[in-house]
T-cell receptor
Framework: DQQVKQNSPSLSVQEGRISILNCDYTNSMFDYFLWYKKYPAEGPTFLISISSIKDKNEDGRFTVFLNKSAKHLSLHIVPSQPGDSAVYFCAASGLTNFGNEKLTFGTGTRLTIIP | ETGVTQSPTHLIKTRGQQVTLRCSSQ?????VSWYQQALGQGPQFIFQ???????GRGNFPPRFSGLQFPNYSSELNVNALELDDSALYLC????????????FGEGSRLTVL
């Protein structure tokens, strides 16, 4: 049961243009969402997050939008740069069987920025 | 500030063997979570350790077990290895057990033959 879905395994974008990565979730109990970026041979690194009480969060070139009614979030990168080429994971925070929080990840989208 | 470190980075085992993976948490972090990332998949939550006790578990069998030590470092043990256990095992540390930003190590890539 894939509770967090990233339906685009890959995306190619010209340098300088906008990159839009999408994520859908099914569990309405998720209350916090995060995006992680992963380079080869490295662990995922935190990029940006958003609480379920907001619909937008911005940090420099990165903006995350949340549509709770549609259970959809997206990450916008403007302008895209070659260093943005990586795998991007969407993650949602929910409760474990002990009542604390854990992250549920999507399958990732490989973003390639074309110079 | 020292980041999360994991060892070994790569290892090869055969079916039925046992493996121990190690993780040192980032300084100041008291919680360690372990994730399994199979090829083409996102990381899947295995379990979390806080104050040297298991503090939440994902859908993994009991042959996956762990430890946390007083210095907050952690081990992941897998017994009776199966071919499907081949994956990247990621350790992540955090301050406290609440959901939010995790700091990941580079992972241990396990291949089971």
């Amino acid at each position: 049961d894939q509770q967090v879905k990233q339906n685009s395994p890959s995306l190619s974008v010209q340098e300088g243009r906008i990159s839009i990565l999408n994520c859908d979730y099914t569990n309405s109990m998720f209350d916090y969402f995060l995006w992680y970026k992963k380079y080869p041979a490295e662990g995922p690194t935190f990029l940006i997050s958003i609480s379920s009480i907001k619909d937008k969060n911005e940090d420099g070139r990165f903006t995350v939008f949340l549509n709770k009614s549609a259970k959809h979030l997206s990450l916008h990168i403007v302008p895209s740069q070659p260093g943005d080429s990586a795998v991007y994971f969407c993650a949602a925070s929910g409760l474990t069987n002990f009542g604390n929080e854990k992250l549920t990840f999507g399958t990732g989208t490989r973003l390639t920025i074309i110079p | 500030e020292t980041g999360v470190t994991q060892s070994p980075t790569h290892l090869i085992k055969t079916r039925g063997q046992q493996v121990t993976l190690r993780c040192s948490s980032q300084s100041g972090h008291n919680t360690v979570s372990w994730y399994q990332q199979a090829l083409g998949q996102g990381p899947q939550f295995i379990f979390q350790y806080y104050r040297e006790e298991e503090n939440g578990r994902g859908n993994f069998p009991p042959r996956f077990s762990g430890l946390q030590f007083p210095n907050y470092s952690s081990e992941l043990n897998v017994n009776a290895l199966e071919l499907d256990d081949s994956a990247l095992y990621l350790c992540a540390s955090s301050r406290g057990t609440g959901g939010g930003e995790l700091f990941f190590g580079e992972g241990s890539r396990l291949t089971v033959l």
